[in-house]
């Protein structure tokens, strides 16, 4: 069945900082790469949508997204915190980020597609229930988790997040919450240093990477962690934080992963769906390298749709 792509030009309004490693060209770059590679005809298409606020506010708090609306700035950008740019058209582009994954969610969930993945911005695994940071205003995964257990009635629901940075925000909201186990995989120590340690956690698995770690060694930690718990867990839905910033060309971490890894990645992920007819949402986190982000995504969708 062929892979459906989600994005929408709404994130064009989410202006960064000129030297932000998080801008528009992003999508551009996966677009171009995965059209040289002729995979872009190959995809179904679809333009997302804006976020329905009931969605946002089962990850969120409604004081934390008022505040996000008092703060945003009219003119220019203001800094939410260290890292995390936001301009006139933020939250718009936020919005729309978190509606095109419900919408590809609420796809999935009614069977139009097995595989689906949105190209968006900005990300969203570090937003926390009531905290935006580390480029994320609202946590994508969580709001798609969230709506997937309420409305779709999903009853297990596996959270794999493969980026360099741990997801603290995915785990905030979700931790200990036996309707999703949260996989996930991260340079350590590293950013966001908010360590959630897997003892604190009754649904969390826990891959931390040392600086420098490369193909052979995180593919033998994800076989021995991951797999496992996702065989016996049988999710009824997969949703994937799929971060491509652990890529050894990356400026914003120091894993060696190569493009393969990437591919590697899809096609153990779309193993482990194929075995029940399990959906698979992926939603772009990191990736800051243009040139490795493209390919790293190409190699990904490539594996995805491998079985
Ligand atoms: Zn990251």
Known sequence: MPLAYYTSEEH?????????????????AIEQELKSQGIWEQLIHVNGRSADMPDILRAH?????EQLHLIQPKHGHIYVDEDTAMSPGSLNAALWSAGSCTAALDDLAKGEQSRAFVATRPPGHHAEHRKAMGFCFLNNVAISALRAADIHHFQ???????DAHQGNG????????????????????????????????????????????GSATFRAMIEEHWQPALKSYAPELIIVSAG??????????????????????GRMIDGIAAARNTPVLSILEGGYDLNALGRSVAAYLTGLKSN
């Open 156 to 162: 297990r629901i596996a959270l794999l997040d493969f």
């Open 170 to 213: 995915t785990i905030d909201i979700l931790g200990n919450d036996q309707r999703f186990l949260i996989c996930s995989s991260f340079q350590h120590p590293f950013y966001p240093y908010t360590h959630y340690e897997q003892s604190k956690f009754n649904n969390l698995i826990n891959v931390p990477l040392e600086s420098g770690t």
């Open 61 to 65: 708090s409604k004081g934390y997204v």
């Open 12 to 28: 064009f309004s989410h202006f960064t900082d000129e030297d932000h490693p998080e801008h528009a060209m992003r999508i551009m």
């Open 244 to 265: 491509f910033d652990g890529h050894k060309d990356d400026p914003m971490a120091e894993l060696n992963l190569l493009d393969s890894d990437y591919n590697w990645l």
